[in-house]
């Protein structure tokens, strides 16, 4: 059962899943690519592509195949490899982790490709019926995403995510809270220390939805 705080409900994973299909849409290019970077160890690297709201099934390396010496480089390699029509890429720049990456990315394609996510700076937008304002831009990229899931949306919810349980795990780990600054995400650090392990996946997909194009604003160019 969800808890009555829970940001995503699991229904509306499950439903973007059973939407899914093994190819992207016609003519759709890849938009952006959320990167969760790793920290080695156990800590796993974890790229989502996304295809306007279509998500491929996502690309994880563990911790424990990729070499500290060069963490950056290397990690920079395997999204680089990935990327496909100069799709945006979204680098969680959280705990430290994401900055040889970050770095590593500007230096091969500048810039205007590169989007540094920090969650945990503050946000100047609002909610889709503007009641709202976002306590950081973690909670805004979750919410937005939420959004995007809600099938009751004019023309319903245009996510279709890969069949994976972990993923339904993830992306519905997080709940809220409503402050004086507007609506709350719990963090990642919260998160891990509730369950004991880190929600890398979701956070990934999410990320890709935050930046990058979509239908609404590129679909007469595709």
Known sequence: QD??????????????????TEKPPHNV???AMGVDASGGGKDPLV???????????LIRVEGKDIPMERIGKYCAGIVISH???????VVDMGGGYGGPLYET?????????????KGAEASVRRTKDQKLGYFNKRTQAYWQFRE???????????IALPPEPRLVADLTAATFEIT?????????????????RSTDEGDAVVMA???GARAMTHAHIW
């Open 3 to 20: 808890d009555a705080f829970q940001v995503i409900p699991t229904a509306w994973v499950k439903a973007a899943q059973a939407r899914w």
């Open 29 to 31: 290019p890849m938009c």
């Open 47 to 57: 790229i989502a592509p996304r295809y306007d709201g279509w998500y491929p099934r």
């Open 83 to 89: 990327r496909l029509h100069g799709a945006k890429i």
């Open 105 to 117: 990315l500007i230096e091969n394609i500048g810039s205007a490709d590169v989007t540094a996510y």
């Open 148 to 158: 995007a899931l809600d099938p009751s949306q004019e023309g319903g919810s245009p």
């Open 180 to 196: 004086p600054r507007g609506v709350k995400v719990e963090s990642k650090e919260h998160i891990w220390e509730r369950l004991g």
């Open 209 to 211: 939805w935050y930046d």
